[in-house]
């Protein structure tokens, strides 16, 4: 459907597009400037995002765009923000997406680790909204923090889902090993997410966005990047042939189930790698039920580390064999 761009009648509102009443400007992101907007149709808060002419203006990617925003339009997950309409304005492109209040994650994050239960949680669900998005053939192709945000609820939504192809940011992943000695400086927060196959410059599958997971649990367990290095030269280097610390060298409280998935996440091989974010679901869901079952324990025996706990059991338990043998010593008698 085509809109026609119309002037706000409200004090310091920039205008209209057709039954979406722009309030605010929120910012620029790598899709184009973003607006908070009031559906007027369904009563509900979205964000507008104008799409730059760099899309809009070129057929073959205005076509491959639409092709991308349709296949968006038909993905229906809580952990996936919904696309409502890309239309028209005055020979410009929109998107109304989904309006997500909350706390982007690497906010939440701020250099400091998670605790690893609640790491678990949100990669959980990540990796549930990624199984949604691949099983309807879309990669989401730029998973890290900033991409994500934690709602009022608690819960994650991934933004921008399989649009990555017409962002600055997935341009830099795309080009990220070509231009080594020329990145810029500030490409830091996107590169640190960077899969081995992006910074050779093949094409990626969606396994990709699975090492991208392994890089922001990585990051939400010990508050730092795997491949954390000074410099974007040095980043897409490490990548490529670094192995990082597991978690739990960084934080004595990770358990090795978390060491065994951050492993797998960030295999460089991709016969290594898991192979369907269904798989990676399944481990974390695994993980999760290991350090429920830790917090159980500490209910009953208090707030004490898992070792002194266990030696504490045992003692117990041989307490109660010794008084068990000792009564049918007497019965005996």
Known sequence: MTYVLEPSSGSGLPHSVGPYQLLERVGCGGLGECYRARDTVHGRTVVIKRIPATVVGNAARSSAFVQATSRLAAVSHPGVAALYECGLSDGG?????????????DEMIGGRPLHPRRAVEIALELADALTALHDAGIAHGDVRPANVIINAKGHAKLLDSGLAAFTDAGALRS???????????????????????????????????????????????????????????????????????????????????????????????????????????????????????????????????????????????????????????????
Do not use: H, N
């Open 93 to 105: 492109m929109f998107l109304a997406l989904e309006f997500v209040q909350g706390q982007r994650l």
């Open 175 to 333: 080009s990220a090993g070509a231009r080594l000695g020329g990145l810029p400086p500030d490409s830091l927060a996107i590169l640190g997410y960077l899969s081995p196959e992006e910074a050779l410059g093949e094409k990626p599958d969606t396994r990709a966005d699975l090492f991208s997971l392994g890089c922001v649990l990585y990051e939400m367990l010990t508050g730092k990047l795997p491949f954390d290095r000074p410099t974007p030269d040095a980043t897409v280097l490490a990548v490529l042939r670094s192995q990082p610390p597991s978690p739990s060298s960084s934080l004595a409280t990770i358990p090795a189930e978390l060491d065994l998935i951050a492993t797998r996440a960030l295999a460089k091989s991709l016969e290594r790698r898991y192979p369907t974010a269904t798989a990676l679901a399944e481990d974390l869901r695994v993980a999760k039920s290991v350090l429920d079952a830790d917090v159980a324990e500490r209910s009953v025996f208090g707030d004490e580390p898992a070792a002194p706990r266990s030696r504490r059991l045992a003692l117990v338990i041989g307490v109660l064999l010794a008084v068990a043998a000792i009564a049918w010593w007497f019965l005996g008698r």
